[in-house]
T-cell receptor, first 113, second 111 residues
Framework: DTAVSQTPKYLVTQMGNDKSIKCEQN?????MYWYKQDSKKFLKIMFSYNNKELIINETVPNRFSPKSPDKAHLNLHINSLELGDSAVYFC????????????FGDGTRLSIL | DQQVKQNSPSLSVQEGRISILNCDYTNSMFDYFLWYKKYPAEGPTFLIS?????DKNEDGRFTVFLNKSAKHLSLHIVPSQPGDSAVYFCAGDTGRRALTFGSGTRLQVQP
């Protein structure tokens, strides 16, 4: 009965590869997000989607491409991985209305060799 | 530019006592604030929130206070329990639905 689930939990890969992280929510939310937690532990917004439409794109390199096949899923595809992409990536979801909390998945730890 | 600051990286309290976690912000456009709790290898878990039109919100052992003039909020946990030991993040939202997080405070509750 996991609310926001991400796969895989760990991802180790070589520089230059392309990889995807999947996210699914069963909370009936209409908005989904990707955050990146960097080495200093700050969580920073990358993207948000509302009903499959991109509404926030926070100066993320275009090697990162979110894909939302339906409002319960928001996948993150990363091309040509670089060492600086190593981080923990968190998916979240919420209702679109104001003052609604976001609910997070358990994160995907991406390590670039 | 850190818009949300948690200046205490860690806090240790005795079980049963009050834990007070502090957060300062610089962005006047924040109109909604949230506290999250995070255990290792898990995602942040929503704890409590407060709208900028209020100065206090309470939920069980957790109370959040907002001082808009000082751009300061705090989370009080009473009484503290060992299971409360975790990293606590505060976050602000301008209405864009893009949360801006602080760097977190690690709370250790000693039995």
């Amino acid at each position: 009965d996991t609310a926001v689930s991400q796969t895989p939990k760990y991802l180790v890969t070589q520089m230059g590869n392309d990889k995807s992280i999947k996210c699914e929510q069963n909370l009936g939310h209409d908005t989904m997000y990707w955050y990146k937690q960097d080495s200093k532990k700050f969580l920073k917004i990358m993207f948000s989607y509302n009903n499959k439409e991109l509404i926030i794109n926070e100066t993320v390199p275009n090697r990162f491409s979110p894909k939302s096949p339906d409002k319960a899923h928001l996948n993150l595809h990363i091309n040509s991985l670089e060492l600086g992409d190593s981080a923990v990536y968190f998916c979240a979801s919420s209702h679109r209305q104001v003052n609604q909390p976001q609910h997070f998945g358990d994160g995907t730890r991406l390590s670039i060799l | 530019d850190q818009q949300v600051k948690q200046n205490s990286p860690s806090l240790s309290v005795q079980e049963g006592r009050i834990s007070i976690l502090n957060c300062d912000y610089t962005n006047s456009m924040f109109d909604y604030f949230l506290w999250y709790k995070k255990y290792p290898a898990e995602g942040p878990t929503f704890l409590i929130s407060i709208s900028s039109i209020k100065d206090k919100n309470e939920d069980g052992r957790f109370t959040v206070f907002l001082n808009k003039s000082a751009k300061h909020l705090s989370l009080h946990i009473v009484p503290s329990q060992p299971g409360d030991s975790a990293v606590y993040f505060c976050a602000g939202d301008t209405g864009r639905r893009a949360l801006t997080f602080g760097s977190g405070t690690r709370l250790q509750v000693q039995p």
